[in-house]
């Protein structure tokens, strides 16, 4: 064979980028030679560029947001009904509204729900301690019963954190002054905590 026939017969066989590299990488002259040794590396070459396509791809099907063929497997892991009729995009929206549709408990939201479920204002101070955090709720003039709120706040909060609760009362009044025979009145506010 002729070494234009030689050339022809490798950019005919070799196609794959990965296989032009072990080419490349072995004796010059011996392999490029042989028939069978140029198709074992296009036939090689072409397995290693689906991995390396693959791997850069694996990155993608991590995010419910980029996935592709493991839409099912996020379906799964959802508990949605995989339906191979929906598009992909719009089978991305199901992942993603489910899984958004029960917010991280940080403490704003504890607040927010015990707030609600106490009708009171609630304060969380994080942190107090090591794994601890304090709830301060203000009360009015009354006593109140916190079982429903403690149960609730044992069942939304981060399962390695402790908390110390305090029911704070406030109370206003006015209070006088004579100081050098002027009058003046100002509001204070006291903080009572039941421990």
């Known amino acids: 064979m002729s070494s234009v026939d030689l050339r022809n ?3 005919k066989i070799i196609t794959s980028p990965s296989a032009a590299l072990m080419k490349d990488m072995v004796t010059k002259g011996f392999y490029n030679q042989s028939f069978i040794g140029l198709w074992l590396f296009e036939v090689i070459g072409r397995e290693f560029d689906d991995m ?3 791997a850069r791809e694996l990155r993608y099907e991590a995010f419910p947001q980029t996935c592709t063929w ?3 497997i996020w379906e799964f892991i959802s508990d949605i009904e995989p339906d191979e009729t929906l598009t992909l995009e719009f089978r991305r929206q199901r992942l993603l509204a489910k899984r958004w549709s029960n917010p991280p408990i940080n403490p704003a939201r504890i607040e927010a729900v015990l707030s609600n479920l106490t009708g009171f204002p609630v304060e969380i101070t994080d942190p107090t301690g090591p794994y601890t955090f304090r ?3 203000d009360i009015d003039k009354d006593i109140h019963d ?3 709120a403690l149960a609730m706040l044992r069942m939304i909060k981060p399962s390695h954190l402790s908390f110390d609760f305090f029911n704070r009362l406030i109370v206003d009044y006015f209070v006088t002054d004579y100081t050098a025979g002027a ?4 509001l204070r506010e006291s903080f009572f905590s039941e421990d």
């Open 135 to 137: 709830v301060d709720v």
């Open 52 to 54: 390396a396509k693959w």
């Open 183 to 186: 009058i003046s009145d100002f």
């Open 9 to 11: 017969l490798v950019e």
């Open 70 to 72: 493991s839409i099912t």
């Open 146 to 148: 916190f079982r429903e």
